[in-house]
C-alpha cells in the first residue's frame, strides 16, 4: 500500500477533515507503519502497524460493530440499516442515497448489501478503522 491509497482511504472516512489535516494524519500514520522507509506499507510492515496499535482491531470487535449495524440478523447489511443505526434522528441524513453509497463502495459483489466479509476488508482498509468504529458508535449514541 502506497501513502497515495493511504490518502485515498482517509479522503473517504475523514471527508470532514481539510486536506492538509488529512495529509498530516496520512503522513503519521504512514511514517509508523513504513518501518523500512521504503515509501511502501507490504504485508508484514502493516500487520506490525496493526498489532501495534493501542487500540487493536479485534475480530471480536469487527464481530460487534457488524451486528450492530445489521439490526435483522441476516448477515448483511442493508442500506435501510446503515441509515436506522447511524441516521436516526438526524434529518440530515434522511437521504437514502447517502446510505447506498455507503454500502456501493465496500459492496464488492453488487448485490446491495454489506457482508461480514466485505465489511472486514472495508474496515481493514484502514490503518485507524477502529476509530472509526469508535465514531460511529459516538454518533450513534449521540443520535439517540
Ligand atoms: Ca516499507
Ligand atoms: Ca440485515
Ligand atoms: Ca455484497
Not at 502506497?2 to 486536506?19: A, M, N, P, V
Not at 440478523?73 to 447506498?100: C, H, R, Y
Request: glycine share 6%; with cysteine.
Amino acid at each position: 500500500m502506497t501513502r497515495e491509497e493511504l490518502l485515498f482511504g482517509f479522503r473517504k472516512i475523514y471527508s470532514h477533515l481539510k486536506e492538509s489535516d488529512l495529509i498530516k494524519e496520512v503522513d503519521r500514520a504512514f511514517s509508523k507503519a513504513d518501518l523500512d522507509g521504503d515509501g511502501y506499507i507490504d504485508f508484514s510492515e502493516w500487520q506490525i502497524s496493526c498489532v501495534n496499535k493501542d487500540q487493536i482491531l479485534k475480530k471480536e470487535r469487527l464481530v460487534a460493530a457488524f451486528k450492530h449495524f445489521d439490526r435483522d440478523g441476516n448477515g448483511k447489511i442493508s442500506a435501510k440499516e446503515l441509515k436506522k443505526v447511524l441516521g436516526s434522528g438526524n434529518k440530515k441524513f434522511g437521504n437514502d442515497s447517502i446510505w447506498k453509497q455507503i454500502i456501493k463502495e465496500a459492496d464488492e459483489d453488487g448485490d446491495g448489501y454489506i457482508t461480514f466479509t466485505e465489511f472486514t476488508k472495508m474496515m481493514n482498509q484502514f490503518l485507524r478503522a477502529s476509530e472509526f468504529i469508535d465514531r460511529l458508535t459516538v454518533q450513534n449514541s449521540l443520535a439517540l
